[in-house]
C-alpha cells in the first residue's frame, strides 16, 4: 500500500496483520481522490475506523490542512503513528484511540470540511455512527463525509439531517457521499443527485 499522489506520492506504508483486514483498495482510494479533486487543499479531515490511516495521510499528501485519525484498536493506532512518522506529517495529525461504535464520539475541537468511513464491513457501523447525538456538529458548512461499505449493504436514510447525493460502486465495494442537510445547513450547496455531481468547495 503506498501513497497515491501529492507530496509523499509513491511512500509504502506500513500494514495491519491479519486475515480480516480490509484496508481500502488503491482503485477505489484513488476515485475518491479524483472525485475530491484539487480543492482537498487546505481542508480539515477526520479519518474513523482509519485503520492504516492511509485516507488521512493521502489527503494529507494532496495538502489538506490536518487529520485526526480516530481507531479503536491499539495495534492499528501504533501503525498509524508509524505511518504518520515516514510520511513527516506529525505536526499535521492527532490520532485518538477510541471506539466509535460503542462509546459517544470523541471531543473533537474544530469542525471538519471532510469525513472519510471505512468501517468493517457488513456490520451495520455507518448507521450507528452517522446516528450518534453530536454527529452533524462534527460538519463544517459545506462538509461531506465518504462512507466506504460492501456493496451488499445499503445506507439509506441515515439521521442527524444528512443527504445523500452520489454513489459509486467499485467491485465489490460501495462509495457514498453524504452532506447535511439544504434545510438544516444555511451553507448547503444544491448539487444534483446524480454521479456527474462535482462537490463545491472542493474545486
Not at 109 to 117: E, G, R, S, V, Y
Request: hydrophobic residues 40%.
Amino acid at each position: 500500500m503506498r501513497i497515491i499522489s501529492g507530496a509523499c506520492r509513491g511512500r509504502k506504508l506500513v500494514q495491519i496483520q491479519g486475515k480480516d483486514i480490509r484496508p481500502t483498495s488503491d482503485r477505489a482510494r484513488e476515485a475518491i481522490f479524483n472525485i475530491l479533486g484539487p480543492g482537498i487543499r487546505a481542508k480539515r479531515v477526520l479519518d474513523m475506523f482509519a485503520g492504516t490511516g492511509a485516507l488521512g495521510l493521502e489527503a494529507l499528501s494532496r495538502g489538506a490542512e490536518s487529520a485526526v485519525f480516530v481507531e479503536a484498536a491499539r495495534s492499528s493506532c501504533n501503525v498509524i503513528k508509524q505511518n504518520i512518522d515516514l510520511c513527516r506529517m506529525a505536526d499535521q495529525a492527532r490520532i485518538i484511540c477510541h471506539d466509535l461504535v460503542n462509546a459517544s464520539l470523541p471531543v473533537f475541537h474544530q469542525p471538519f470540511d471532510l469525513i472519510f468511513m471505512d468501517p468493517p464491513y457488513n456490520k451495520g457501523y455507518p448507521e450507528q455512527v452517522l446516528g450518534k447525538p453530536g454527529f452533524s456538529e462534527l460538519l463544517a458548512p459545506g462538509a461531506i463525509i465518504i462512507v466506504e461499505q460492501s456493496a451488499k449493504e445499503t445506507l439509506n436514510n441515515p439521521v442527524n439531517s444528512l443527504d445523500k447525493y452520489l454513489e459509486k460502486k467499485y467491485s465489490r465495494t460501495t462509495l457514498t457521499f453524504w452532506r447535511k442537510s439544504a434545510t438544516d445547513d444555511k451553507d448547503a450547496y444544491d448539487c444534483p443527485r446524480t454521479e456527474n455531481c462535482h462537490l463545491p468547495r472542493f474545486l
